[in-house]
């Protein structure tokens, strides 16, 4: 058989062959995945033959009754199902993300190919949440929180507990940080969520936080904005970025005309402002 009859053999089967599709599946490495044979439900399947690569190297076939899984790197880690061809592939790795081609055939010898692309993506962390800023002026509990991602393109969101009546504003500080500046009143617990989602998936993080009037009565207040001592220098690039936000978020309320409290953590020393917007 010489090189052009083969090729018109190979396109025979694949450019006339009706009965074909491509499906795209995303699976995460470390977790298991199913690639749906996408079989008609009514056949009984006579054989099916899972493989890879365009040289057709087989890794699982169910054939006279039996299944066999015969890719050594795919070890251990396959599993086909008799009755619906369907195959699980687990502890997904990076590199098992590629085209798979199944071969069906029913036991009144009806045939279909079908083709599914498999996507492996890095598993979603969590975010992590530190406490940036915590302390107590007049009464009144001013808490900043930092949310971050071990990737950059993910969207950090933050979301109160229960808490809709509590004021706080929140905004992104770099593309993998999130800060969330709020105040309340002392003794008060307050749980915080925030939320990592890349498109498709979402991991969060809790964090309950509240300021103890006896632990905080030994923390002096620092004078940030004008002493800058060493402590202070680490959040004030935070507390410029929530006053940029803060103003922010003054501005569109007083435009809207809004009626909530807001006191603002304008000045940290002894004073506290509140802002009554309208
Ligand atoms: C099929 O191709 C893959 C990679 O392209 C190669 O590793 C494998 O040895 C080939 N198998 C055969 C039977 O030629
Ligand atoms: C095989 O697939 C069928 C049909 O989807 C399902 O009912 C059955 O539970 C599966 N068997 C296993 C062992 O997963
Ligand atoms: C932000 O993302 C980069 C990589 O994209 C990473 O190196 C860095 O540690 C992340 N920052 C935090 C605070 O997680």
Not at 11 to 20: E, K, L, R
Not at 43 to 48: D, I, N, Q, S
Request: hydrophobic share 35%.
């Amino acid at each position: 058989m010489n090189q052009d009859t083969g090729i018109l053999i190979i396109c025979i089967v694949a450019c006339f062959h009706q009965a074909s599709s491509e499906t795209r599946v995303t699976g995460y490495i470390g977790q298991s995945v199913i690639l749906k044979s996408g079989v008609d439900p009514s056949w009984k399947l006579e054989r099916v033959q899972w493989s890879i690569y365009t040289n057709t190297t087989y890794i699982a076939i169910f054939e006279n009754g039996k299944v066999e899984t015969r890719s050594s790197r795919y070890k251990g880690r396959l599993s086909l199902n008799e009755s619906s061809g369907d195959l699980e592939i687990k502890e997904l790795k990076a590199d098992d993300g590629m085209r798979y081609t199944v071969s069906l055939l029913s036991t009144t010898y009806k045939q279909q190919d079908n083709h599914i692309s498999l996507t492996v993506l890095e598993q979603l962390r969590k975010p992590d949440i530190v406490v940036l800023y915590e302390t107590l002026v007049k009464e009144d509990c001013i808490i900043a929180l930092k949310c971050s991602s071990s990737k950059n393109n993910n969207i950090l969101s933050w979301t109160p507990a229960n808490e809709s009546s509590l004021p706080f504003v929140s905004g992104k500080i770099s593309s993998n940080v999130s800060e969330l500046w709020m105040h309340f009143t002392p003794n008060r617990k307050v749980t915080f969520t925030c939320t990592a989602t890349d498109g498709q998936r979402s991991a969060s993080e809790q964090i309950t936080v509240q300021c103890q009037e006896e632990t905080l009565k030994t923390t002096p207040q620092p004078g940030c904005p004008t002493v800058m001592p060493a402590p202070c220098e680490r959040y004030c690039h935070g507390i410029v970025a929530s006053l940029v936000l803060l103003a922010f978020v003054i501005a569109i309320a007083s435009f809207k005309g809004e009626t909530d409290t807001l006191s603002t953590p304008l000045l940290w020393g002894a004073r506290r402002r509140t802002h009554v917007l309208r």
